[in-house]
């Protein structure tokens, strides 16, 4: 039968939580996406908690939090302990995005659920793929293949490919199929027909204006703000779409030449934008060829400032200014405070281009109407002083006075063990306890006095010959070039140059984003301070779509394309997810599932496969042919069993019957008529089909839109009479193909 493919989703399904499913593989379990939300809300995390432990690797698509934001802490409590498998730019993006909301959560609360510490050991055991690299795994996964390939949306975004034994189960969410300034469109459309298809429905129900429409609505309502006296507020994530954000406002001020400040401030924005100089490769073909030929780099931005803390913001120029700041639900992060300054003032305008997590400060002021006032939590964190800072010393004193307690107990207990007769045998600077003529003994003869001496300060073993502190000698290896040493011992690990390029916050040359330093570094005992106000909101509140996501239309179009078996839908509203159900129910040759939280779905192949094995007596017989970078060849054999009960293809016992003949390949008419004018033939292209000479014309028929097809749906029909031009016509078409 088909490979066996159960999905089971953990979150993210007929609602707008984070994504997180499991993918089982013929019994190899894919944790796909692993996201939280800005709550930090542990009750999401129950489902993924029950089956951490079985999780064989982890597949992550995007460097946000809607996909990687729960890993530090599923790795800390629920014993999540599986390689994890992303792009470049997901991995480094995604650092940097989890150590931004650290840093915001700990600004302003006791934030425990996770450390720095945690970040960096969930983020050592990456490894990092390219588009379209295929990696085999082993052990458990021996026979499956995984892949990344371009999704758009975020840098590094990644529609995953999962092959084995010839099917493919594909997961692709938050795709987009539009080319922006940043990012090339996904791939996805290239796929045809496979096994099973993961996909989302958040924006089954939305609709798009043109590209050129929106960037002039949304350069336009800034410019008009500002102009107008008012600042502009932008709530943007810490290192994804604030991407295409920061370039639309570089060009367009570089345009206008305008002189209104723009800030882009977060606690790794300056670490951010320069890992970002350097990932040009994973970007669009236009910002790659700019650099190739120019040395161009796009993120080298004149008009931008990177700030890290807002005192930096608070000291700059007083006038009209337009800021980015994190994060982008408004729940923490410079955003809030910013938000909550500003909101008063009607000249003022906040500019939202992604919807707010469900449940978010953003989400309550996307509402329409908006609301006049909101409640907010203001924190600071502020020295101890006083009768606080001194019971805080004491407190600490006392945790240091168990602490050594503990250590000498267990020194103690070590020392114990070690001084054992079981030890003080195998030590070589012991001599036996039953030789009877011990120098111990001859020394405590002639005086104790001495011996009183020999011993002050220690307490040996009473079968020890004299004290002294623990020797051991080295024994080292020598050759005829001198000592033999282990080179191992001198190699640099990747991942130690990665965790010294980005230990918190760091830049490409290592250095520590100051913000992100001081908040590091900062011992000084604090608390925090909390205060709620109300907030009167007077300022303009918009929303425009730049989430980098493909709309309604669009995704029943790319789906229907792909034309996948089966089809599971995950993320998105109940009515986004029933209304794309609906949809493809309508469409043949379609099984359409839409799972529950917690709710596995069978979605095994119903193709039959087999694996077989070639007898070394039929091989010896087959001639292969060259095809790229694989070999063909025509078998004639019977269906036979080894002696383990293993299908096996022999050769047949009478002779084979004569079979016609097989044309591979695959014919561009384009590459042909260049192939035939280099040999002298006149051709021309004619009413879709190909002139050769006078008499002689080729033609295509069939449909070629269709994808892992072509070869059984197209013919190409050769006319014209019988004369010498059609037989070479003829021969140089066959020398195109190969012939089985």
Known sequence: MGTSVQVTPLSGVYNENPLSYLVSIDGFNFLIDCGWNDHFDPSLLQPLSKVASKIDAVLLSYGDMLHLGALPFAMKQFGLNAPVFSTEPVYRLGLLTMYDQSFSRKAVSEFDLFSLDDIDSAFQNFTRLTYSQNHHLSGKGEGIVIAPHVAGHLLGGTVWKITKDGEDVVYAVDFNHRKERHLNGTVLESFYRPAVLITDAYNALNSQPSRQQRDKQFLETIL???????????????????????????????????????????????????YIKSFLEWMSDSIAKSFETSRDNAFLMKHVTLLISKDELDNASTGPKVVLASVASLEAGFSHDIFAEWA???????????????????????????????????SRRVPLVGDELIAYEEEQKRLKREEELKASLIKEEESKVSHGPENNLSDPMVIDSGNTHSPLDAVGSRGSGHRDILIDGFVPPSTSVAPMFPFYENSLEWDEFGEVINPDDYVVQDEDMDQAAMHVGGDIDGKLDEGSASLILDTKPSKVVSNELTVQVKCSLIYMDYEGRSDGRSIKSILTHVAPLKLVMVHGSAEATEHLKQHFLNIKNVQVYAPQIEET?????DLCAYKVQLSEKLMSNVLFKKLGDYEVAWVDAEVGKTENGMLSLLPISSPAPPHKSVLVGDLKMADFKQFLASKGVQVEFAGGALRCGEYVTLRKVGNPSQKGGTSGTQQIIIEGPLCEDYYKIREYLYSQFYLL
Do not use: C, H
């Open 224 to 274: 008009k703000t500002l102009e107008g006296g008012g600042n502009v507020l932008l709530p943007v994530d810490s290192a994804g779409r604030v991407l295409e954000l920061l370039l639309i406002l570089e060009q367009f001020w570089g345009q206008r030449f305008l002189n209104y400040p723009i800030f882009f401030l977060s606690y790794v924005s300056s670490s951010t934008i320069d």
């Open 344 to 378: 008063a003032d009607v000249k003022n305008l906040v500019l939202f281009t992604e919807r707010g997590q469900f449940g978010t400060l953003a989400r309550m002021l996307q509402a329409d109407p908006p609301p006049k006032a909101v409640k907010m939590t203001m």
């Open 601 to 605: 779905i069978d979605v095994t192949s």
